[in-house]
């Protein structure tokens, strides 16, 4: 982990942004000792974002399975009222 005083952060802060992005995180120390970390904010995760999966059916033949399910679950309330 990078650790700059706080003048070496200050004239070159983009390269220190940068390091941080990269590296996760760096520290600037200032000349009474106290330190902070400057960390990059990451953006929210949606739990819907799901990594997709390669299958080999065409557009029509999901469509196909869809209707076949739906059609099992109206079947499934009609019989149950």
């Known amino acids: 982990m990078e650790v700059y005083t706080y003048s070496e952060a ?16 760096v520290l600037i ?11 990059p904010e990451r953006p929210p995760v949606s739990p819907l974002d799901v990594p997709s999966i390669e299958a080999d059916i065409s557009t029509q033949e999901v469509v196909t399975l869809v209707r076949q399910e739906r059609g099992k679950i109206r079947g499934w309330r009609q019989r149950g009222q």
């Open 29 to 39: 120390r200032r000349k009474d000792g106290r330190t902070y970390a400057l960390v």
């Open 10 to 25: 200050r004239q070159r802060l983009s390269s220190v942004l940068d390091k941080a992005e990269s590296a996760g995180k």
